[in-house]
């Protein structure tokens, strides 16, 4: 059967095509993915010539940290953010991926520090409300040039200070630690002005190191004789004035403080403290006004009796003024005495004797020998009547027997007396025994024979007629008075009306205006005029006694 093939055309029929080659043209189609392109690379090439270090810093935990989201922050201006969280290979840490801007090598060395700034609430404030609304974000504090560094261990709490923080660190040294801790206020007059920012144990001893950072500008007012003192809790003081309570605020209270000022007996505040001074911290605001006297002698003093209420750090007082301190107290058995004594160890600060003799001896024992011999002894005392505290007196006692200072191993013995309530018992003590001495029982029956005489003479028969006698006596005497009271008082009424009578009547007769008056006068006016004459007649005889012979008429 034929096959039925397709029409195939006659290729000859058509005749050759001619090719013709066109000019090609840049369409603009193109320009946009080359421009796109450009603009692309310049901006890898400016993200990458603006793009920082990235760096991983690890912390405990991711607490208000989001990738993409929080920022890394120094001074409240973003130089960083956080790219990634992680967790580390044992799974008890977080590592956190941070890409800095350029230029933030500088800020990164191994004295860098990170924390997360976030709400927080401490005894000694409140930090990061802002973070409330804003989130969380790290802080960073550059610290001191150092090595470059791209890996660091985060702060779980925030430091107490920057390095960009003005002002200067001192170092504290004390015997114990007590209530302070970091973040602790410093107090200047009950200004705070600084924090606690460390404390270890120092490696030379077992003091206790504090770090502490004073702000600017109150740096300044730490000098060379500035005094630290612990100022946790309250100060109260019992004295003559009453009871006093100081402290330096609620919060020292709470979490304890340190305080710092110059005392009132340095003249001289003395240079600027440098950075890094080391200072005493004392244990209250009174342990540091105390002055320090650099010549110290140690002295012993030995008692046979009871010391209860003396202990270590008691005073030791001159006339009620301080001289020293009580270093120790313990007890020994002398086996020569077989008795038991309390050795009583204390120190004597030379500098508060001031001797204005100098042919006086300037040597400490030279200074107690010659008071020794002049009556200087040491009593016990009771400071204080609540407490039973009692403390050294030193005074002069003239009538105590001559001595001298001896020696008890290294340390010179100062004599002791009793105390004034051993005195006073024994006194008592002596007292009783005399009255022991006494024929007590001879007394009391002699005392027993004369009541007994006098009860006799009290029932005898003559006591009881002596006694009548004097009754009828009495009512004799009040029978006698009861009679002038009724006849004679009338007779003497009258007999004193009659005088007064009498007496008006002369005070009548002697007025100046009376007829007898006037008749007195003329008559003593007479009676002068004859004694006038008489007087005459009696010099004129006198001169002429013949003429009681011749008479008067035969004078010539």
């Known amino acids: 059967m034929p096959v039925n093939t397709p029409l195939e055309p006659d290729v000859s029929e058509f005749s050759e095509p001619i090719i013709q080659a066109r000019k090609r043209r840049l369409s603009l189609v193109w320009l946009v993915p080359v421009v796109a392109a450009l603009i692309g690379g310049w901006l890898i090439y400016k993200t990458l010539s603006e793009k920082g270090p990235e760096v991983t810093i690890i912390f405990k935990t991711a607490e208000g940290l989001e990738a993409g989201k929080t920022k890394i922050k120094f001074k409240d201006v973003e130089v960083g953010q956080v790219t990634e969280l992680s967790l580390t290979e044992d799974f008890s840490q977080v590592s956190v991926k941070a890409q800095f801007v350029k230029g933030a090598e500088a800020y990164l060395t191994e004295n860098t520090r990170f924390w997360v700034v976030r709400a927080r609430v401490a005894a000694y404030g409140v930090s990061g409300l802002g973070t409330l609304l804003s989130g969380a974000y790290i802080d960073i504090d550059p610290g001191k040039p150092g090595k470059p560094e791209l890996k660091f261990n985060g702060l779980e709490e925030p430091p107490i200070f920057t390095t960009v923080d003005p002002g200067r660190v001192f170092t504290l040294k004390a015997d114990r630690k007590g209530s302070i801790d970091i973040g602790a206020p410093v107090y200047y007059r009950q200004i705070t002005v600084g924090k606690v920012i460390a404390y270890h144990l120092d490696p030379e001893g077992p003091s ?333 005889l006198e001169s002429h006694p013949e003429s009681i012979v011749t008479g008067k008429g035969s004078e010539k």
């Open 208 to 540: 206790i190191l504090f770090k502490i950072f004073i702000n600017a500008p109150y740096h300044q007012y730490v000098h060379e004789n500035t005094r630290f003192w612990n100022a946790s809790g309250f100060d109260m003081k019992l004295d003559t004035q009453g009871i006093r309570i100081q402290t330096e605020s609620f919060v020292s209270l709470m979490v304890g403080g340190i305080a710092f000022d110059i005392p009132n007996n340095y003249e001289s505040p003395g240079e600027a403290a440098k950075e890094e001074a080391v200072f005493t911290l004392y244990a209250n605001r009174d342990a540091a006004e105390k002055i320090d006297y650099a010549e110290k002698k140690l002295f012993l003093l030995n008692f046979d009796t009871s010391v209860r209420g003396l202990s270590p750090g008691a005073p030791v007082e001159f006339r009620g003024i301080q001289i020293g301190e009580v270093i120790n107290l313990k007890l020994e058995y002398d086996a020569i005495k077989k008795s038991f004594e309390i050795p009583v160890l204390i120190v004597i600060e030379a500098g508060r004797l001031n001797l204005k003799d100098n042919k006086a001896p300037k040597e400490p024992e030279k200074v107690i020998d010659y008071l020794v011999a002049k009556g200087f002894r040491a009593q016990l005392k009771t400071g204080n009547l609540v407490t039973g505290q009692q403390y050294v007196s030193l005074d002069f006692f003239p009538n105590a027997a001559p001595m001298h200072i001896t020696y008890q191993g290294e340390y010179p013995v100062i004599p002791t007396l009793p105390t004034q309530i051993e005195e006073i018992a024994s006194k008592v003590g002596q007292f009783i025994a005399k009255l022991d001495k006494l024929p007590i029982d001879q007394i009391g029956n002699d005392l027993k024979d004369t009541l007994q005489g006098a009860r006799r003479i009290t029932n005898s028969p003559e006591i009881g007629e002596a006694l009548h006698s004097l009754n009828t006596a009495v009512k004799e005497i009040q029978m006698l008075t009861a009679s002038l009271r009724t006849g004679t008082a009338p007779e003497l009424n009258a007999v004193l009306k009659q005088a007064k009578l009498s007496l008006a009547t002369s005070k009548a007769v002697l007025e100046t205006d009376s007829p007898l008056q006037y008749r007195m006068k003329e008559t003593l006016e007479e009676l002068s005029d004859a004694a006038r004459s008489l007087r005459v007649l009696v010099e004129y």
